[in-house]
Nanobody
Framework: QVQFVESGGGLVQPGGSLRLSCTPS????????IGWFRQAPGKEREGVSC???????YYADSVKGRFTISRDIAENTVYLQMDNLKPEDTAVYYC????????????????WGKGTLVTVSS
């Protein structure tokens, strides 16, 4: 059973930055991905970004060039640096782990955090 401690959400103005962090317990680095999904009101859930045990990364087209995922293996923490935020980035962001195909919508992620709200508004 994997559980997560998530932090970093909040209110930011358009063009601003936030950093999300996710610390999983009961998680072993390997071929599986860990990262974030997001869901905005009235919209489908979207795979945002993930990183696997080899350091390979995935980004949704909507965030490429603006978001950066990284990991600190010693601290067992994954970070999502979100820059140049836009109002359309407003959503609940969920940390999750599973097969990388989950971020493409092929399968479900295995474990989910409770989520943290990111609001981009002036």
């Amino acid at each position: 059973q994997v559980q997560f401690v998530e932090s970093g959400g909040g209110l930011v103005q358009p063009g601003g930055s936030l950093r999300l962090s996710c610390t999983p317990s009961g998680f072993t680095w390997g071929p599986y991905c860990i990262g974030w999904f997001r869901q905005a009101p009235g919209k489908e859930r979207e795979g945002v970004s993930c990183i696997n045990g080899e350091g390979n990364t995935y980004y949704a087209d909507s965030v490429k060039g603006r978001f950066t995922i990284s990991r600190d293996i010693a601290e067992n923490t994954v970070y999502l640096q979100m820059d140049n935020l836009k109002p359309e980035d407003t959503a609940v962001y969920y940390c999750a782990t599973g097969d990388g195909g989950a971020w493409l919508g092929y399968v479900e992620a295995d474990y989910w955090g409770k989520g943290t709200l990111v609001t981009v508004s002036s």
